[in-house]
Nanobody, 132 residues
């Protein structure tokens, strides 16, 4: 069982920035990925960004490309999401997600990121609000 601990989020003004962090419990392999999905009221859950710890490949939703940046610390098993130029469409509950890499998904981080059935663990969620 992998435990995910999220931190960060909160309130930012339009155009502002926020940072989210997520730490996974002790892992002894690099064959996994982490990232975030988000869900706004009345909307379906949306994959935002994911990163593979084995090869560093990333997936970004088109809605956040150029504004959000994911980074990782392999030794700590953490990922950080720097969100800049926040827009009115960004407010949501952001969930840290985790997936094991297998031979079937290892080279396609976007596949695992965008399919909830391929995600193995979810964090409890943290609220991001954008308001002036």
């Amino acid at each position: 069982q992998v435990q995910l601990v999220e931190s960060g989020g909160g309130l930012a003004q339009p155009g502002g920035s926020l940072t989210l962090s997520c730490a996974a419990s002790a892992l002894n392999t690099d064959y996994y990925g982490m990232g975030w999905s988000r869900q706004a009221p009345g909307k379906e859950r949306e994959a935002v960004v994911c990163l593979s710890f084995s090869d560093g490949l990333t997936f970004y939703a088109s809605s956040v490309k150029g504004r959000f940046t994911i980074s990782s610390d392999k030794q700590k098993g953490t990922v950080n999401l720097q969100m800049t130029n926040l827009k009115p469409d960004d407010p949501a509950v952001y969930y840290c997600v985790f997936f094991w890499e297998t031979p079937s998904n290892r080279d396609d981080v976007g596949l695992s990121c965008q399919r909830p059935d391929l995600l193995d663990y979810w964090g409890q969620g943290t609220q991001v609000t954008v308001s002036s």
